[in-house]
């Protein structure tokens, strides 16, 4: 069972723009079947773990919920349910979490989808493996971290996926930090 943040970005390291667009990623040309894609992805994981801001973004712009699999919403607050959806909410501890998560993915991968503060609580918590990153050609210039959080890493995969540059890292270690790390109750 492995760990990942599996995210896009722009090239200069932003998740979404600082009023949460995703314009700049969404109409890029990308292979779900193809190198690295989602499609894949998406099936070895058992569980997904996601922020309030990226829950209530899923919520505003999809017409679907896409995932089959228990989904753990980080909130400190009521949150509308989605039909149909296995949701989950949870606040504080992520290790906490990440126990559920192991439990309810049976051998499948645990999905850290983001927002990168979220992986970052991940990170320092000890808990996360590897980070897979979809670069589009774009710079952005300001917005919402890939990651804030200084992390040594291995680059162990890359490909291109249409118009993605797409790189698999395993995490090294997170420095000045001793292993196992405590996590923020955030
Ligand atoms: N490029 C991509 O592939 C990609 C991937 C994922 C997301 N995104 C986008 O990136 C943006 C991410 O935004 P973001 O980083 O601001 O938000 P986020 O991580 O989705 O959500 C942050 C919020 O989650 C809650 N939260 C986080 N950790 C918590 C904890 N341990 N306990 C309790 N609550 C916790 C807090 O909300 P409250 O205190 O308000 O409840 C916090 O303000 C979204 O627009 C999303 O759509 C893009």
Redesign the pocket.
């Known amino acids: 069972m492995t760990t990942i943040f599996y995210?896009?970005?722009s090239l200069d390291g932003f998740?979404?723009t600082s009023q949460?667009g995703?314009d700049w990623?969404l109409r890029r040309d990308v292979d779900p079947d193809g190198p690295m894609g989602y499609a894949a992805f998406a099936r070895s994981v058992g569980a997904l773990v996601?922020?309030?801001?990226?829950?209530e973004?899923?919520l505003a712009h999809d017409a679907g919920w896409a995932y089959a699999q228990p989904t753990w919403v980080?909130?400190?607050?009521p949150l509308p349910a989605r039909p149909g959806a296995d949701v989950r909410v949870?606040?504080?501890?992520?290790r906490a979490v990440h126990e559920q998560m192991t439990a309810a993915a049976g051998d499948r991968d645990l999905w850290v989808?983001?927002?990168?503060?979220?992986a970052r609580?991940f990170a320092v918590a000890g808990l996360l493996d590897e980070i897979w990153v979809q670069f589009a050609p774009v710079t952005l210039g300001a917005g919402?971290p890939f990651l804030p959080l200084a992390l040594e890493l291995a680059l162990l995969q890359t490909a291109r996926n249409r118009e993605f540059l797409c790189g698999r890292y395993r995490v090294v270690g997170v420095p000045g930090t001793p292993d196992p790390v405590g996590a923020e109750d955030?």
């Open positions: 995210t896009a970005s998740i979404a949460h995703l990623l996601m922020g309030a801001a990226t829950y973004w899923l980080l909130t400190h607050r949870a606040h504080g501890d992520v989808v983001g927002g990168g503060d979220v609580q919402i955030t």
